[in-house]
Structure formats: structure tokens, C-alpha cells
């Protein structure tokens, strides 16, 4: 064969066989009944690393608490979900009567235009549906284009309103324990400096072991000027991994506190 001489492949010698690849995971669609019987229909992403493709046992339970306590915690409220996989407190907080919520997590486009979808064909969110809206943010970062989404009281107050939210949710979110100062910052960067203003925090400790590691998340929440204080305590019927190891009443118990401003932290600001 002289060098001149073509060599037809057809094209396939580096063409990888059908199913070589694992399929792209789809999303599924999931419905959630709240207590007044209504139901929501939640998309959920695809599997995904950042673990948006799961309705965790917090934000579950944490929507519920919403539910029973709406009227002082969360009606004409502006709140802000943080970490917030499919949207789920975000949604009820909206739906029960809050005047602005903020929903939020790691600015994957997934992740937020899932969100987005979430928040567009909920059909019990009432109008305008403006009054929630979601953003991508990175926890312990600047907060100010999280902040820019309260409007201004009008007309404006004869004494200066402190600029945040009312209310935050966390749901699920301390397993990340490399990511504890990070929350705490964000925390204070963004939730209003006063008596009133309120952080909801609801986990799982899906890893019994790292129970202590979780819990780690309050000293910080204490140092950083919060008081802490245990408002829930859920056994539910089965765990949400059922091969994971370690103790099971554990791994199907949810636990929710509540964090406030200390006297002394308000005073000092």
C-alpha cells in the first residue's frame, strides 16, 4: 500500500457503541400533600452531586412546622431559603402568606431553572407570583444581591428599618460540616437585626456518627452571637437510605431549632 492510498474507517473506529454510556439521569416528578390536603407537585433534577436530586427529610419536616406556625412566623414575612434542593419550605412559605421569599442554592443552572419550574407550575401560589423568585448563591459570599430583592418600605419609616430577612430556612444543610462558618456567615450578613427575626434549622443525621460533627454547626451559631433553642423532634416511619449503616432511630428522626439574636448582639450592632 503506497502512502498515497486512503484508508476508509466508515467512521466507526473511534465511535463508541451503543450504551456505552450510562444514560443522563431524568428528572421525576414527586407530589407532596399538606395538611390542608392540597398537594404540590415538585420536579426534582436529575442525579446530582450537589444531592438536588432528593426531598430530604428536613425540608419536609420544616414545611410542616411552617404550616402549623404561618400566622407568627411567616405571614407578610420576608424569608429566604438557603440550600434549597426543589423549593419545597420556599413554596409553602409563599403559598401560607409570606410578602417576599428568596430561594436559593448553589448557582448550578439545574439546580435554579429546577427551582424556577417549581415555582412557575405551582398552582396554589397566589398573585402575583412575583413575590418569590430564585437565586444562585454560594454561602459566606457577599449577600448583597440577596439583600437588593427586599423592596423598601413605602412609605418610608421615621426611624431607619434594619435591612434583611425576617425569616430563613436552612433544611438539611449540616452534613456539609466544611461549610458551617460559611452558613454562620451568611446567616448574620443576611437575616434582619432584630428581636423577631428567626433561623430555622432542620436536619437528619443521615450519618449517626457524625452526629457531634453536625451539632458542631450551634457552638458556631452561639459564638457568632445566636441564641439556640430546640423546637422539634419528628420520628418518622422509615429512613430515607435504607442500606446507609449506623443507627437507625437516628437515621429516621428529625430534629429543628430555632435561632434568634442575642440581647447582647442586637445592642452591640
Excluded at 419550605?89 to 439546580?111: E, M, N
Aim: net charge negative; charged share 20%; glycine share 8%.
Amino acid at each position: 500500500m503506497s502512502s498515497d492510498d486512503e484508508i476508509d474507517l466508515g467512521g466507526t473506529m473511534f465511535q463508541e457503541p451503543a450504551g456505552y454510556f450510562p444514560p443522563e439521569p431524568v428528572a421525576k416528578y414527586i407530589e407532596h400533600t399538606l395538611l390542608s390536603g392540597q398537594t404540590i407537585e415538585l420536579r426534582l433534577v436529575g442525579h446530582n452531586p450537589l444531592w438536588g436530586h432528593h426531598l430530604w427529610n428536613g425540608s419536609q419536616a420544616v414545611s410542616k412546622y411552617l404550616q402549623q406556625h404561618g400566622e407568627s412566623e411567616v405571614r407578610n414575612k420576608n424569608v429566604l431559603e438557603l440550600g434549597a434542593g426543589a423549593g419545597l419550605p420556599s413554596l409553602v412559605a409563599a403559598i401560607i402568606g409570606a410578602q417576599k421569599v428568596v430561594v436559593t442554592d448553589y448557582p448550578d443552572g439545574d439546580l435554579i431553572s429546577n427551582i424556577e419550574h417549581n415555582i412557575a407550575s405551582c398552582a396554589l401560589l397566589p398573585d402575583p407570583t412575583s413575590i418569590i423568585s430564585a437565586s444562585g448563591y454560594l454561602w459566606g459570599y457577599p449577600a448583597d444581591s440577596l439583600l437588593s430583592k427586599l423592596s423598601p418600605l413605602s412609605p418610608a419609616p421615621d426611624y431607619e428599618e434594619p435591612l434583611g430577612f425576617d425569616l430563613l430556612i436552612l433544611a438539611d444543610l449540616l452534613f456539609n460540616h466544611s461549610e458551617h462558618a460559611a452558613l454562620v456567615s451568611t446567616i448574620r450578613s443576611t437575616l434582619k437585626r432584630t428581636s423577631k427575626s428567626k433561623v430555622l434549622v432542620f436536619f437528619t443525621p443521615y450519618r449517626p456518627w457524625l452526629l457531634e460533627k453536625d451539632m458542631a454547626f450551634f457552638k458556631l451559631a452561639v459564638d457568632a452571637g445566636f441564641e439556640v433553642e430546640k423546637i422539634w423532634e419528628e420520628v418518622l416511619d422509615t429512613v430515607m437510605f435504607e442500606n446507609d449503616p449506623g443507627d437507625e432511630l437516628l437515621r429516621r428522626t428529625v430534629f429543628g431549632y430555632k435561632l434568634r439574636w442575642t440581647e447582647g448582639s442586637l445592642q452591640n450592632q
